[in-house]
């Protein structure tokens, strides 16, 4: 069973960074399109970036452009989040998914792993 484990959460200022890490286990993780998503409580869950099988190739959500970069690690199966001036909005649990297709989408449901998530929280 493919799963995925994140990590890097945890209480932050506004203003500071977080770098959170998604590892892939049992799956060939170049077959795979990863995004993170997130959800704030009585929120739906929000799409914040997507990266292609091979990285050359990501996207945002408006509100993190600036501020967010993902990327991946192939070799280490291994995608990231880095967030810089983290915001007190950017406070959610935080979802790694994967996506067998080579590029991304912005939809939960076209994503067929889910890691357990990671709590960010930003204090103004």
């Known amino acids: 069973q493919v799963q995925l484990v994140e990590s890097g959460g945890g209480l932050v200022q506004a203003g500071g960074s977080l770098r959170l890490s998604c590892v892939a286990s049992?799956?060939?993780?170049?077959?795979?399109?990863m995004a993170w998503f997130r959800q704030a409580p009585g929120n739906e869950r929000e799409f914040v970036a997507g990266?292609?099988?091979?990285?050359?190739?990501?996207r945002y959500v408006d509100s993190v452009k600036g501020r967010f970069t993902i990327s991946r690690d192939n070799a280490k199966n291994t995608v990231f989040l880095q967030m810089n001036n983290l915001k007190a909005d950017d406070t959610a649990a935080y979802y790694c998914a994967a996506r067998r297709s080579v590029v991304p989408s912005d939809l939960p449901l076209d994503y067929t792993y889910w890691g357990q998530g990671t709590q960010v929280t930003v204090s103004s």
């Open positions: 049992r799956v060939a993780f170049i077959s795979y399109a």
């Open positions: 990266i292609n099988w091979s990285g050359s190739s990501t």
